[in-house]
C-alpha cells in the first residue's frame, strides 16, 4: 500500500509523548466502567515471551502484532503521506486520521451516534494514561477512561520480522490502529460498559475483541475513500496483497496461537481476544458487509 504523498497529517490526532510514568501496585489492571457502579478489570495479551492472562494485563485490546516499514518521525517530520511512506510513526499519524475520518461519516450513517473525534498517544517506554501505566510491552490499547488509543513509538520496530510469527506489511499497521479505534466505537455504542465476563471462547472479552476486529474490516474496506482535513484522498493505493497482510496479522495474534507458542498448550478457558480463525472470520465479515449490524458479536448464535 501507498500513502498519497499530498495528504496532510493533522497533528491534532496524535499525541507524542516522551517517556514517564511509573508501575504501582495491583500488577497491569486497569478500571473499566461497568455500568454498575464498579471496576472491571480488561486486557488482552501482553506476550512478548510469556502469556499472561486477562487479570494481569490492561486496557482493551492490548496486540502485538509484527509492522512494517521502517524509522521513526517526530511531530516536525510527520507532515505528508510522503513522510508516512518512509516512518512507521508517521504512517500511525495518518492511520489514525484515516480511521477517523472514516468513522466519522460511517458511524451515523450506520443508524449509531455522532462520532467523537479523540486522539493516539504515542510514547517512549511507558506513560501515564487515565487507566494507569501504558508501558510498550502491553502492545497498543484503547483506555475508555480517557477514550485515547497508546501506541509505543517503537513497537512496530520491535516486533518486526514477526516475533508472532505474522508476515507484516504497513497494512498491519493500519489493523492495529483500526482494531483500538473499533474499542472506541465499542465505547460510544455503550457495549464496553456492559462487558461482565472477561476469559473464554464465548465470553464478553472475547466477543468485543472480535467486533474490534470486524470494526476494523470495516474501515478497511473503505479506506481508499478516507481523506484528510483538505479532503485530500489519504491512502492512494492498496493490493488484496496488503488485506491478506493484515488478515495475517489478525490471525497471528489469535489466542490458540499465542499459547501454542508461548506454551505449547491450547486452553481455550484462558482466551481473551479470541481464535486465529474467528479473528480472521470477523475481520473478513466486517470487510465484506460493511455494516455494524452484521459486526454484532453479541448477536445470539454469533459465536
Known amino acids: 500500500m501507498r500513502f498519497n504523498p499530498k495528504a496532510r497529517i493533522d497533528p491534532s490526532q496524535v499525541e507524542a509523548r516522551g517517556g514517564g510514568g511509573s508501575l504501582g501496585g495491583g500488577g497491569m489492571r486497569l478500571p473499566l466502567p461497568s455500568g454498575g457502579g464498579g471496576q472491571l478489570g480488561v486486557g488482552g495479551l501482553v506476550v512478548l515471551v510469556l502469556f499472561f492472562v486477562v487479570s494481569q494485563c490492561a486496557g482493551v485490546g492490548p496486540d502485538l502484532v509484527p509492522g512494517g516499514g521502517s524509522g ?73 477512561n480517557d477514550k485515547k488509543v497508546y501506541v509505543d513509538s517503537t513497537f512496530f520496530d520491535q516486533m518486526l520480522e514477526g516475533q508472532l510469527g505474522a508476515e507484516g506489511g504497513p497494512f498491519s499497521i493500519g489493523y492495529v490502529i483500526a482494531h483500538e479505534y473499533g474499542h472506541h466505537i465499542e465505547d460510544q455504542l455503550g457495549i464496553l460498559a456492559r462487558m461482565r465476563t472477561q476469559q473464554g471462547p464465548k465470553s464478553d472479552g472475547v466477543k468485543v475483541e472480535l467486533m474490534a476486529d470486524c470494526l476494523g474490516g470495516m474501515w478497511a ?22 488485506i491478506a497482510r493484515a488478515i495475517d496479522a489478525a490471525q497471528a495474534v489469535g489466542d490458540d496461537r499465542i499459547q501454542k507458542r508461548s506454551s505449547g498448550r491450547v486452553n481455550p478457558e484462558q482466551w481473551t481476544h479470541g481464535s486465529a480463525e474467528q479473528r ?22 454469533a459465536l
Open 221 to 242: 474496506k473503505e479506506a481508499l475513500t478516507t481523506t484528510d482535513t483538505e479532503g485530500t484522498q489519504i491512502i492512494s493505493e492498496l493490493t488484496p496483497d496488503d
Open 72 to 144: 521513526s518521525g517526530s511531530a516536525e517530520s510527520c507532515q505528508t503521506g510522503e513522510d508516512a511512506n518512509k516512518s512507521d510513526e508517521c504512517a500511525v499519524r495518518l492511520f489514525t486520521e484515516s480511521v477517523q475520518n472514516y468513522w466519522g461519516k460511517a458511524l451515523q450513517e450506520q443508524g449509531g451516534p455522532a462520532y467523537d473525534v479523540t486522539s493516539t498517544v504515542t510514547f517512549s517506554g511507558q506513560t501515564d494514561s487515565a487507566c494507569g501505566t501504558a508501558a510498550s510491552q502491553m502492545g497498543p490499547f484503547y483506555c475508555p
Open 280 to 301: 480472521q472470520h470477523w475481520f473478513n465479515v466486517g470487510l465484506k458487509e460493511g455494516s455494524l449490524e452484521a459486526c454484532n458479536t453479541f448477536a445470539p448464535g
